[in-house]
């Protein structure tokens, strides 16, 4: 839960630093989402530096060979991932550290390097998609322990190292910048080998054995996690596609600018979305408190991006030249308001996902996606760019009505679950009654005296008298009364059927045999000494 804490006017500005520094010490879901986010913020302003001094020593040729060679990369990566790093956030808190928790990354690492290389063709195609894919499962690795700020280190020093790289390799031309990328990647991968992976404290090793079983348990959770992921990224990577082949390259232009602007505003619930899942992976039983404190984090990071961009989002956009304000304004206020249903699937997505409900889920993100590129590709010819905005919108906000109505189901359907348990303590209450345990130990006290009285749980009320002759058979059904001032001689055959009722003062005297059939029930004073049949 998140505390909000207010501060006197005059309090020192290193008091409110301090306190805001104890506080992410100790709330790990704000922690994790402030590293999520400031290393998605990070590593998005060194890539903006990193594309702005290669487009100033390398030619436009080799920058636009290299950047699609980089984007398929990254494309089949995320496609080889398979869901294995979500599998991961789910699995990994919940395995021993040591041999346990090993085995299960290096069958993960494991699966993912296949999968590269089955989506892969070119070597070093082949070696950076495969980077890529082990780097998101330690990032997701880290996710999983808590300990994004691991992440945050490794992304820092991808960043930094792919520029240095970039120019030293300036003469090989679209290779070279492709090559920054993959040598990047592997001194990442390096460091969180040698340092980062050591700092979990896990006791990693290289685990073997075992493999193949812990692969069968995965399966399920791959294909869920899978579908999940794609449904949630299908819109990223096609819209810009719709755009350029409904509209043209110069307004893809101006859509991807304001996309990439916009995608801001879903940064902020995405990232506290996957603390969540982390969180609530550790931690299922305290899921719901999780989920109002990322609704109050995301409201507290959310309002003042989009404050800002409210007021200087033409100024914002301006920047990138006078046309881009021109077109890409509108598209920027309809991803304003889209951040909000956004945000609630987003966390509605991983709340399934700690619940296990992984098909629900994925459907979810599935149909929001297909409900997107439909819409994208009706409204893009009559809207222009901001057909897509309001594609997006409408598919975010079906989706969160989709959220309330499975809400309304899941508490209709607890609070039926609520009524019978309370009926059934009630029924358990009324057992429990002294009226009941007096009638049951009198009960045990006939069966003691008389040994062959062997018949099942019958009810003797107060005042009621019971003889049993010494050759008498007795069979009774389930759920006989006898109640109150009741007096029977069984001296022959008696035979009592399921639900047999004596009400009070009633006398039974059978010296010969007695038969009585189901559901009979005698009145008040009721009384018969010879064999009947009823």
């Known amino acids: 839960m998140v505390n909000l804490v207010f501060f006197d006017k005059q309090a020192s500005p290193w008091l409110l630093m301090h306190s805001l520094a104890r506080r992410l010490r100790s709330d790990s879901l704000l922690r994790n989402s402030i590293y999520l986010m400031g290393s998605t913020v990070a590593t998005s302003a060194i890539g903006y530096l990193y594309w702005v001094v290669a487009a100033h020593i390398y030619t436009v040729h080799d920058v636009g060979l290299a950047s699609a060679f980089i984007a398929a990369m990254t494309l089949t990566s995320t496609f080889a991932n398979m869901g294995i790093g ?57 996710v999983a322990e808590r300990a994004t700020g691991n992440m945050a280190v490794r992304n820092a020093a991808f960043a930094l190292l792919m520029l240095p790289i970039m120019v030293l390799l300036v003469q090989v031309g679209a290779l070279g910048i492709l090559s920054s990328w993959v040598l990047a990647l592997a001194a990442s991968l390096l460091l969180v080998g040698l340092v980062l ?23 399920s959770s791959l294909a869920g996690h899978h579908f999940i992921n794609l449904g949630g990224t299908l819109p990223m990577y096609l819209l810009p596609v719709f ?23 879903f940064m902020v619930s995405s990232a506290v979305a996957t603390a ?51 077109h890409g304004l509108p598209l920027l206020m309809i991803l304003m308001v889209s951040a909000v249903p956004d945000a609630i ?19 979810l993100n599935l149909c929001m996606a297909a409900f997107t590129l439909v819409l994208a590709w009706i409204l893009l010819p009559m809207l222009g760019i901001a057909g897509a905005g309001w594609a997006w919108l409408i598919a975010q906000s079906v989706g969160s009505l989709i959220v309330g109505v499975d809400i309304l189901i899941s508490r209709s359907r607890a609070y039926w679950l609520y009524k019978r348990r309370e009926s059934m303590r009630v029924s358990v209450l009324r057992l429990l009654t002294v009226r009941n ?58 035979t009592l059927g399921d639900g047999v009722f004596f009400n009070r003062g009633c006398y039974v005297a059978a010296y010969s045999g007695l038969t009585i059939g189901n559901h009979c029930l005698f009145g008040e004073g009721y009384r018969f000494t010879t064999r009947i049949t009823l």
């Open 243 to 265: 755009v350029a082949v409904k509209l043209s390259a110069t307004d893809n232009a101006y859509f991807y600018t304001t996309w990439m602007l916009g995608s801001l505003f």
């Open 197 to 219: 992976v050591p700092r979990l404290k896990r006791g990693y090793c290289l685990a073997m054995r075992g493999m193949t079983r812990q692969i069968q348990p995965m399966l």
């Open 86 to 142: 979500s599998t991961l956030v789910q699995m990994l808190p919940h395995r021993q550290a040591g041999y346990a928790w090993s085995l299960t990354l290096n069958v993960c690492i494991a699966m993912g390097t296949l999968t590269s290389l089955l989506a892969a063709i070119v070597l070093i195609f082949i070696a950076g998609v495969i980077l890529s894919t082990v780097v998101v499962l330690l990032d997701q690795t880290f």
């Open 437 to 494: 345990w007096a009638g049951f130990c009198r009960y045990i006290l006939l069966r003691l005296r008389f040994h062959n009285l062997r018949v099942g749980l019958f009810f003797l009320d107060r005042g009621a008298h019971m003889d049993v002759g010494p050759n008498a058979r007795i069979r009774f059904g389930r759920g006989v009364c006898f109640m109150r001032d009741f007096t029977g001689h069984f001296y022959g055959d008696v």
């Open 345 to 363: 699937t987003n966390i509605y997505v991983s709340l399934l996902r700690v619940q296990e409900r992984l098909r629900l889920a994925a459907l």
């Open 276 to 326: 969540l899942f982390s969180e609530g992976s550790h931690a299922a039983s305290k899921v719901m408190r999780k989920v109002y404190a990322s609704t109050v984090i995301i409201g507290m990071l959310l309002g003042p991006i989009l404050l800002a961009f409210l007021l200087g989002g033409r100024y914002i956009l301006s920047l990138f030249g006078p046309g881009y304000a021109w």
